[in-house]
């Protein structure tokens, strides 16, 4: 008899559980893609990491994990210890879901831990401090809680346990639980998207101060309170840069600006979707400013205003109070005698995104109208176009064109919205000749229209999440520091996975990993207070076996044969000019085969100042379609002229450091074995001075 897949799943599963308890961590810790030196369960799955705090010695990570599979579910907290931020011991299940394994009642989301040193919660016991931590309680169900606190189902409300053993048992606060209910006024329908408190210490205003985010809007919330139990809402915050999915795991803290006097504070947001560009789905990104105890402001440098890039000449932009004839644009149709809109039309759906007071919006009388705005020539000067586009998606009929020798070069649309976005056009073979731009709009029913703003001739191109991006690869999220550390150490590890595909990766019996933990300090980089990033803990004790190649010249490939197979790899070269017209690149190809059918690319782009990790051929890919890719992030050569790239592979994963840690990605691989052949790799001319430092990595498992 044929059962039913989920029953024989069921059953393999009991079949499989006293195997594996039995199993020693050695062999666990063996299978393929398995994490060699980064932190992963033994099995089940995990997500966030939660409440890091440091104490006695100790750094504790507790994170989201489901006790009972390898996708989400039944959220609880997992515990593992670790005394270098390196070897990681794994305990018991520190919070876990109520009703678990039956009914669940209430899941425990993500937040931190404090350890309440002068016991201003009372939970302190014959003078033990207590830790006390705050989470996000969701709730499945409608319910009366033992507070007597009637919830909803799915609300998602702040809540508070406590430790007295040093953060391995916990209990909750049952009298009392939700401690924040619902989010407060304007914003209490908001109460399905609540979430993740994160808290910490005001030593000056000797509070307890807690980030909750309010997803959907894409504004933070700031509580403070004397006793973690009672919580007064201070202030909020947003939205500000990126906006493109949901904000969540947010935490502000203090840095030291350049090593010096000054101190700046630091809001980390995780962003799902809408991350880096390039890549699809999670993200974290960053904004400095203050914090006075009550409010967070942002820096006006670290904000972005939806502007294109800063290298641009404006070539229109449609403001002030000339019409189309008077700036020089022909016009055909109903647009003669026409000039900018401001903003909406009558009868429009409200026009979003567009910057200034004015933009070309042809809904003059309504679909109906139709002609054409031409543009007056000019030389193509910089490699991109850039420009805001809105309205009708129809190429043919409601669109903006580029001309050379009266051929249509380019050409692009809306997306049937009235919201205006980037888009650009790519003109770096065409540089030097002579061009015009077009705007038709030949459509009369519905989407019948097009807007246009901002036309600008630049280097970069621009794109729509321009952020401060902490991590500029697909696998870095819900970042979060440890409290408890001194006051200008910030330690922070992130989940190295992604919600668009993190369900599916092909990992057994666990399933994803953390990213190593990483140091932040914050450096002025190009004017603007940057947080960079390097590697914590302890590496010299990690790593062995240093070897080193020296090339004054690398041109084309040059082999370096097999190396370790979890490594930690430096790459020093110089930069160079690099000509528009081909791809001048320079790095090393990391592979599990030794003829390099399965290989990860890492390197630098001479031609746009990027650095660049290609996982398309890196192993299986299958799983997600938007998996294969090449990521990017920008980084100046150092002032001497060179490039410097810290690599750390591992078994399924690859992070990049580059320059002074301003720009890191961080990406999973799943490579068919875990063997590493690796080669250097120049295009379009010869590199020199390059330098390779190779150190194998221990494994952290034995
Ligand atoms: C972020 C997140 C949090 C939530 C947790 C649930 O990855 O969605 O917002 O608390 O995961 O597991």
Redesign the pocket.
Known sequence: MKLPLSITSLLLGMLASPVLATATRRETYKELYRPQYHFSPAKNWL??PNGLVYHDGVYHLYY?YNPGGST?GA?SWGHATSRDLMHWTEHPVALQAQGFPGNITE?F???TVVVDEENTSGFGRRGKAPWVAM??S?YPTEQVLQSGKHVRKDQ?AQSIAYSLDKGMTWTTYDAGNPVIAIPPAPYEDQYLEF??PSVFWHKETRRWISVI?L?KLHKIVIYTSRDLKQWDLASEFGPANAVGG?W??PSIFPLSLDNGKKVKWVLLL?L?PGGPPGTVG?GSQYIVGDFDGTAFTADPESIHDGGGPDDSVVFEDFEGDESFAARGWRTTGNFTGASPAKGTLAGQNPVTGFLGEQLVNTFLDGDATTGTLASPSFNISHKYINFLVGGGSNLNETAIRLNVDRQIVRSSAGSDSESLSWQSWDVSALQGKRAGIEIIDNATGGWGHINVDQILFSNTRATDNVANWLDWGPDF??VLGFNGLPRDERTVIA?MNN?QYGAVIPTDPWRSAMTVPRKLALKTIGGKASLVSEPAGEWKALTHGGRVFSFPRVENVRDLGRLGKTLEITLTFSSRQASSAEKAEFGIALAATRDHSQETRVGYDFSTHQIFSDRTRSGDVSFDSTFASTYYAPLAPAADGTVSLRILLDWSSVEVFGGQGEATITSQIFPSKNAVYSRLFSTGGVTSDVRVRVREVRDTWR
């Open positions: 997500n966030d989201q989400w959220m899941m989301f993500s937040g989470y996000t969701y998602q979430r993740d985010s997803a949901v969540e795991c995780g799902n999670s999220y819900a989940w919600w």
